[in-house]
């Protein structure tokens, strides 16, 4: 079996020492970064690591752009009008640079993978300096240095996809982290394009994912999601030597992890195993994402899915039978190409039938360089705008009916905000199987365990009170 493939040590010493010499030559000036991140929690993650560098760099983070020294905007391109938006935010960043010249503006992330953006936009924008995609963060030193010696860099090798490990974080959630366990998808899903800029799925070592657990929970994380496109297909190629199943086991075991989630799960991948792992693992989360995307067999084909709606259906019902109080959330695509209307009012009576907790929904939008994008019987935008509506309607009045059944429910939430606006401070946070509750309660509680029992629904939300501290 082929190993995994890893960046070279050598390679990532060599950044290390390169990242110690812009420190030592800018140590009095006191830089800041201002890091702003679009789309999904692959995005949030590289951010992280994209901080930890610059703090590593001698950078601190500054409160605003206005302030800041380096300006950064991660990109997502899942789906258009991101571009347009970019756009208008770069754009707004001329006059910043202008009164500073020495600023440096920046753009990373999925949309600088996509075929010629990187040029493009360095040709637009004379004022950006710096372009780099999702598979060279490890050489972050390197490019801020180029580009504090007045260079313009694009960096957005795909060759590169290859894995770094030990790289420096900032990460400023204290109770909650997100920890990749593979990168890149395989899928080809035909609306998606992810597999384009992501590049090919790889997964990293088992026990590299541990000794990050292990060391966040020594920072005093309690909970940990483990992340990938497809977590299902971990360890697929044979180069892990543990399938998704084991790797709960072996991760839910680490002292002191209270709950364990993961994210997102993919409907054709997920076996008895992981089912099983779910039911009997005492920190495993009663939650899982399982994006459906459509509840009609012919437009799951066509969206390359390799699952169908009878068997997805067979999923939720065994998790039913295995686990009592299981959630689910989905994702949703409505307006595919050739979607009838028929074919929409399948995705809809699958939505009645299964009552996720919560569904994240999608007018479809086409991506170039993708298997749908090319398609000629694509939806009208207008059709596509109502029967999201309908769906969304008809999700709500779902979620309205799920929380019913919670009243006089009784369990442990992990505290994750507050709200002061009201008459009387209200905490809200999550049970282990991702429901919110809101409570009465002291701030200080944040990032605490307390028990909740639930008094009431309110619309989409459950109020609830404290029953010990
Ligand atoms: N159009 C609309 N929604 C999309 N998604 C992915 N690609 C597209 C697209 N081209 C949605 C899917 C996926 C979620 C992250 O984004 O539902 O699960
Ligand atoms: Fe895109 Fe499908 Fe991969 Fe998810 S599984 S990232 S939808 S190609």
């Known amino acids: 079996m082929e190993r995994n493939r890893y960046i070279a040590q050598t390679e990532l010493d060599q950044q290390r020492r390169i990242a110690e010499e812009v420190y030592l030559e800018n140590r009095d000036r006191d830089l800041t970064f201002f890091v702003e991140t679009f789309g999904c929690q692959m995005n949030v993650r590289d951010s992280e690591t994209i901080k930890g560098e610059l703090v590593d760099m001698g950078y601190s983070e500054a409160e605003s752009k206005e302030e800041a020294d380096l300006i950064l905007f991660n990109t997502c391109c899942v789906r258009d009008h991101a571009e347009k938006r970019l756009m208008g935010n770069i754009g707004a960043l001329k006059e910043l640079k202008d009164a ?46 180029s580009v504090m010696n007045g260079e313009r860099i694009a960096v957005t090798d795909r060759a590169d996809d290859a894995i770094a490990e030990g790289l420096p974080q900032m990460r400023d959630n204290q109770r909650s982290a997100f920890v990749n366990i593979m990168y890149g998808c395989d899928n080809f899903c035909s609306y998606c394009i992810v597999p384009y800029v992501r590049g090919r799925e790889r997964s990293r070592n088992p026990k ?72 009997t693992l005492p920190n495993v989360c009663h939650h899982v994402h399982l994006p459906v995307q459509s509840g009609n067999d012919e437009i799951l084909k066509h969206m390359n899915r ?18 009592a109080d299981i959630e689910f959330t989905t994702d949703i695509i409505v307006g595919f190409p050739g979607e ?3 074919a929409f009012k399948d995705t809809m009576s699958l939505v009645d039938e299964v009552g996720f907790a919560a569904a994240f929904t999608f007018a479809y939008s086409p991506r170039q360089g993708t298997v749908a994008a090319k398609r000629e019987d694509q939806i009208p935008e207008s059709v ?6 309908e769906l969304n309607e008809l999700q709500a009045a779902k979620t309205v009916k799920n929380n019913e059944k919670y009243i006089g429910y009784v369990g442990e939430v992990l505290v994750e905000g507050f709200d002061e606006r009201g008459e009387e401070t209200m905490l ?29 629904t309110n619309k989409n939300s459950l109020l609830g009170e404290m029953i010990d501290a």
Do not use: W
């Open 428 to 456: 809200y946070g999550k049970y282990q199987n991702f429901k919110m509750v809101y409570f009465p309660g002291d701030p200080s509680l944040l990032n605490s365990y307390v028990t909740v029992r639930v008094l009431k």
């Open 340 to 342: 009838t209307e028929e």
């Open 306 to 323: 390799r699952y169908t709606r009878e068997r997805y259906l067979s999923i939720i019902r065994r998790l039913r039978e295995l686990v």
């Open 100 to 145: 500073k010249p020495g600023m440096i503006i920046g753009i990373c992330g999925c949309m600088m993978q996509q075929e010629g953006m990187a040029k493009k936009l360095l040709r637009r924008f004379p004022h950006v300096s710096l372009i780099f995609g999702t598979n060279v963060l490890y050489r972050l030193p390197q490019m801020i240095r």
């Open 208 to 279: 590299d994912i541990r000794d990050e657990v292990v060391s966040l929970v020594k920072s005093g994380i309690t909970e940990i999601t483990l992340l990938g496109q497809n977590v299902n297909s971990y360890g697929n190629d044979g180069s892990t030597g543990m399938t998704f199943a084991e790797l709960l086991a072996y991760v839910s075991d680490v002292s002191g992890l209270k709950r364990l989630r993961f994210m997102s799960s993919h409907p054709k991948d997920l076996n008895e195993d992981v089912m099983q792992a779910i039911a």
């Open 384 to 389: 596509k705008k109502r029967r999201l509506r």
